[in-house]
């Protein structure tokens, strides 16, 4: 029987899902039937948590009564600190919290049941409890002491204020609410198909998001954000910034930020969002000098590689003006698409066949009856 090959599985449908996709005709990241960059003018993350969760835009009362259920779960267990202490010199940040979500699950003792009602208790759990793991496993594994979770505040203010340890500004909250908006879901990039493939063996969401936590942190994956912000500070001015990107499309090198597996030839429209929320942030601070580099390498690119912004090119110096530090760029990243994880597993389960792939084998066959005595 002849097998079809496409390298990186490029173009092959890999499973039907409710939740979301990415029509490129349309040039729209459909969330449960409604634009993701219209919900990100409109709503807020909870709202689009409850939409994962439940396919419909929430109430005042539902929103309520989710902000409440994820209140409850902000707090984890105190050993959880011990391990990340226990962790050697130099962990790296996407290393802890891969650690802290693993260690969960020795907490749930319901840990068999697969059962629609219990993922979404655990999926409650993860995300109340995320803010805590992402920010306190940075800070203990950099010799900070641990922050404990304000219940006064909503959730995205409470997930900067454990982080940044102090309480946002009403523009900076709205913005930073805004960015986990953006990158809540994404149809089936490849921390998401880890995440389907590893439920789709019966295994719990604890293991299923451990899983696309390590698909997150490679390079070609995550931390496109913390490399696009390496770049700004190396260059210091908008000339600055010209030059180095000229030299490294010069020298062949990969600039991350850029390009995007799906929009080819246009940009990211998450990206066009945090491009606005960057010249906000610029005005309230009364500093514009990374907007305009920004712009000044948008441009180099596009002329000189017909190549677009994604998300993490505006949302490098977003977060970086909003005083959160570059090596938790990423976890955050991973804490805002729990939500879109956790969805996806349930829905996995929900519906599920276990991901068994076949290859083209192309090594050689031989047989032993050839081989001399």
Same mark, same amino acid.
Request: proline content about 4%; overall charge negative.
């Given at each position: 029987?002849?097998?079809?090959?496409?390298?990186?599985?490029?173009?092959?449908?890999?499973?039907?899902?409710?939740?979301?996709?990415?029509?490129?005709?349309?040039?729209?990241?459909?969330?449960?039937?409604?634009?993701?960059?219209?919900?990100?003018?409109?709503?807020?993350?909870?709202?689009?948590?409850?939409?994962?969760?439940?396919?419909?835009?929430?109430?005042?009362?539902?929103?309520?009564?989710?902000?409440?259920?994820?209140?409850?779960?902000?707090?984890?267990?105190?050993?959880?600190?011990?391990?990340?202490?226990?962790?050697?010199?130099?962990?790296?940040?996407?290393?802890?919290?891969?650690?802290?979500?693993?260690?969960?699950?020795?907490?749930?003792?319901?840990?068999?049941?697969?059962?629609?009602? *219990?993922?979404?208790?655990?999926?409650?759990?993860?995300?109340?409890?995320?803010?805590?793991?992402?920010?306190?496993?940075?800070?203990?594994?950099?010799?900070?002491?641990?922050?404990?979770?304000?219940?006064? @505040?909503?959730?995205?203010?409470?997930?900067?204020?454990?982080?940044?340890?102090?309480?946002?500004?009403?523009?900076?909250?709205?913005?930073?609410?805004?960015?986990?908006?953006?990158?809540?879901?994404?149809? *089936?990039?490849?921390?998401?198909?880890?995440?389907?493939?590893?439920?789709?063996?019966?295994?719990?969401?604890?293991?299923?998001?451990?899983?696309?936590?390590?698909?997150?942190?490679?390079?070609?994956?995550?931390?496109?954000?913390?490399?696009?912000?390496?770049?700004?500070?190396?260059?210091?001015?908008?000339?600055?910034?010209?030059?180095?990107?000229?030299?490294?499309?010069?020298?062949?090198?990969?600039?991350?930020?850029?390009?995007?597996?799906?929009?080819?030839?246009?940009?990211?429209?998450?990206?066009?969002?945090?491009?606005?929320?960057?010249?906000?942030?610029?005005?309230?601070?009364?500093?514009?000098?990374?907007?305009? *580099?920004?712009?000044?390498?948008?441009?180099?690119?596009?002329?000189?590689?017909?190549?677009?912004?994604?998300?993490?090119?505006?949302?490098?110096?977003?977060?970086? *003006?909003?005083? @959160?530090?570059?090596?938790?760029?990423?976890?955050?990243?991973?804490?805002?698409?729990?939500?879109?994880?956790?969805?996806?597993?349930?829905?996995?389960?929900?519906?599920?066949?276990?991901?068994?792939?076949?290859?083209?084998?192309?090594?050689?066959?031989?047989?032993?009856?050839?081989?001399?005595?």
């Amino acid at each position: 029987m002849e097998l079809n090959y496409s390298p990186g599985l490029d173009g092959i449908i890999a499973a039907e899902t409710k939740l979301s996709f990415l029509d490129t005709v349309e040039s729209q990241i459909v969330i449960r039937g409604y634009d993701l960059i219209e919900l990100s003018q409109r709503y807020s993350y909870l709202d689009i948590v409850y939409l994962l969760l439940h396919g419909e835009i929430p109430t005042t009362e539902q929103r309520v009564d989710l902000q409440d259920k994820l209140k409850s779960n902000y707090q984890v267990p105190q050993e959880i600190f011990q391990i990340f202490k226990l962790l050697p010199n130099g962990t790296h940040a996407m290393d802890g919290l891969r650690t802290g979500i693993s260690v969960l699950a020795g907490y749930d003792q319901y840990i068999n049941d697969r059962s629609t009602e *219990m993922n979404l208790t655990r999926a409650f759990r993860l995300l109340g409890g995320m803010p805590n793991i992402v920010a306190n496993s940075y800070r203990v594994l950099n010799g900070q002491d641990v922050v404990e979770p304000d219940s006064g @505040l909503s959730y995205s203010a409470n997930f900067y204020y454990m982080i940044t340890g102090r309480k946002p500004t009403a523009l900076e909250e709205e913005i930073f609410d805004q960015s986990l908006v953006l990158y809540s879901e994404h149809e *089936m990039p490849n921390s998401t198909f880890t995440a389907r493939v590893i439920a789709s063996t019966q295994s719990d969401l604890y293991g299923a998001l451990t899983g696309a936590v390590a698909s997150l942190k490679g390079n070609l994956h995550g931390g496109a954000n913390e490399a696009v912000m390496y770049m700004l500070l190396e260059a210091k001015t908008v000339e600055g910034f010209e030059n180095l990107l000229k030299n490294k499309l010069e020298n062949k090198e990969k600039i991350m930020g850029f390009g995007h597996r799906v929009y080819m030839k246009k940009m990211d429209p998450r990206a066009q969002i945090m491009k606005e929320a960057l010249h906000k942030l610029c005005l309230e601070q009364g500093d514009d000098s990374l907007y305009h *580099m920004c712009e000044a390498g948008e441009k180099v690119m596009t002329q000189k590689k017909g190549l677009y912004p994604n998300l993490d090119y505006y949302a490098a110096p977003v977060y970086y *003006m909003l005083g @959160l530090p570059i090596e938790i760029y990423t976890p955050i990243f991973f804490g805002s698409r729990t939500i879109g994880l956790c969805a996806h597993v349930i829905e996995q389960h929900d519906n599920n066949r276990l991901f068994r792939p076949r290859v083209n084998y192309i090594g050689e066959r031989h047989n032993l009856e050839e081989l001399s005595v």
